[in-house]
């Protein structure tokens, strides 16, 4: 069993930020960016991290929450188009 598998079983009785604690052995950081780069960092999901956040300290909606994370996966459309011009002002497209 994978240590993600591992969570998901936890998760549904202790909740997932005391899961992942129990299977990785840290202990989460009290801020929640960087709770969300230690939960990125063992390649949780955006859903999975965003369900673990709400559920530890209690922030608001899973879209707030989103929109805190989307800078730490770089998957808005803003920042994909910064990048875009960019590189092909300076000749790499």
């Known amino acids: 069993m994978t240590r993600a ?3 998901e079983l ?10 992942v604690a129990e299977v990785y052995g840290e202990h989460p950081i009290a ?3 960087q709770y969300a780069r ?14 673990a956040i709400k559920l ?7 879209q707030t929450i989103g929109r805190w994370l989307n ?6 459309q803003a920042a994909y188009m910064r990048r875009w ?5 300076i ?3």
């Open 10 to 19: 936890l998760a549904s009785q202790i909740g997932w930020a005391a899961a």
């Open 38 to 51: 230690f939960l990125r960092g063992h390649h949780f999901t955006l859903t999975e991290i965003t369900h």
């Open 85 to 89: 011009r960019a590189r092909r002002s």
């Open 31 to 33: 801020d929640h960016r």
């Open 71 to 76: 800078p730490l996966y770089n998957v808005t």
């Open 5 to 7: 598998e591992q969570c």
């Open 56 to 62: 530890r300290f209690n922030l608001g909606s899973p």
């Open 91 to 93: 000749g790499l497209l």
